[in-house]
């Protein structure tokens, strides 16, 4: 970590940073910790190499999605058994396990997409915030083209980012795609030059943070999150009410104070002090019973 921005990298440069099991657990737990580290203040992704992430890796030997083909899942074995070890390790989608933990995590995410992005790796990057890509790099949702199905929850994500039209276009043909098409669909925020991406990357994951009340960082990153998809301004005016009820008791009070003062702001309420009765908003977007 470096003053409040942790780093991650894919760091399987020679196989162009394909996903394994030891990935899929690595990144799950390193948002689990960013989560409650309040020494983390955004989390900046990217891949080692000239790779990004080139999809799972397929060298696997027996089920290549380290899955147990003698069980037969269904939905209710799923609901009820959400969190039961063996359904988590040998059923449940390796990259949905890490968007969830992205999407659940209080810290603002950043992905720096520095080459080919395909596969998980297209879908991985759905759940973080912002994406910035280096104008070398390639997207593909190809999963029609290897006789398997969108994961990560990109089903839920993808459409939500680009419009229906265009990630259905994206996933029935299977297309790998350039940067300028992924910015014209709104699918990353800018395009760079490859020298360039990982400096304005850092730039813009430190302005997310720096000089801002952490504690209000968290709550505007979960209630955009939550309030977009939920049920309507009634719902949204509740939370928001409670946010800001709680806020104006802690860092509000010190924000104005320092703004009529005309002196930096010493923000103290951190994201981990974030009451129970905001507790809706670090629950998955959607929960196992939904």
């Known amino acids: 970590m470096d003053d409040g921005l942790l780093w991650i990298r894919l760091n399987r440069p020679d196989q162009l940073n394909a996903f394994d099991e030891a990935m899929g657990d690595d990144l799950e737990a390193a ?15 990217t891949g080692e190499g000239r790779a990004f992430c080139a999809g799972a890796d397929l060298t696997r030997s027996g089920n290549v ?17 959400f969190e039961d070890p063996y359904v988590v390790g040998s059923i449940r989608d390796k990259g949905g396990r890490v968007a969830l933990a992205i999407d659940a995590c209080r810290k603002p995410v950043v992905a ?6 395909v596969g998980v790796g297209a879908t991985m990057i759905l759940a973080m915030d912002f994406r910035l890509a280096s104008a070398e790099a390639r997207f593909g949702y190809v999963f029609s083209r290897l006789g398997v199905v969108p994961e990560a929850c990109s089903t ?7 419009g229906h ?9 299977g297309e790998v795609f350039g ?57 949204a005016h509740l939370i928001e009410s409670l946010a800001m009820f709680e806020m104006s ?39 196992p019973t939904d």
């Open 165 to 173: 039209q265009k990630a259905l276009e994206w996933c029935l043909t």
């Open 31 to 45: 948002f689990r910790a960013a989560d409650v580290d309040d020494a983390v203040r955004a989390v900046l992704v």
């Open 249 to 287: 008791l802690t860092d509000g009070r010190e924000g104005v104070a320092a703004f009529l003062e005309k002196r930096t702001p010493a923000f103290e309420h951190k994201a981990s002090d974030i009451p129970t009765s905001l507790g809706v908003l670090f629950s998955p977007t959607h929960s």
């Open 156 to 162: 839920w994500f993808l459409p939500r980012i680009v």
């Open 65 to 81: 999605f380290a899955l147990d083909e003698t069980a037969r899942p269904d939905l209710d074995m799923l609901q009820t058994k």
């Open 179 to 235: 940067a300028e098409e992924a910015l014209q669909a709104g699918l990353v925020r800018s395009v760079h030059a490859p020298g360039d991406l990982i400096v304005a990357a850092e730039a813009f994951a430190r302005s997310l943070f720096t000089g801002k009340s952490p504690a209000a960082v968290s709550l505007t990153r979960q209630m955009l999150r939550r309030n977009a998809h939920g049920g309507g301004p009634r719902e």
């Open 112 to 117: 720096a997409i520095n080459g080919v992005a």
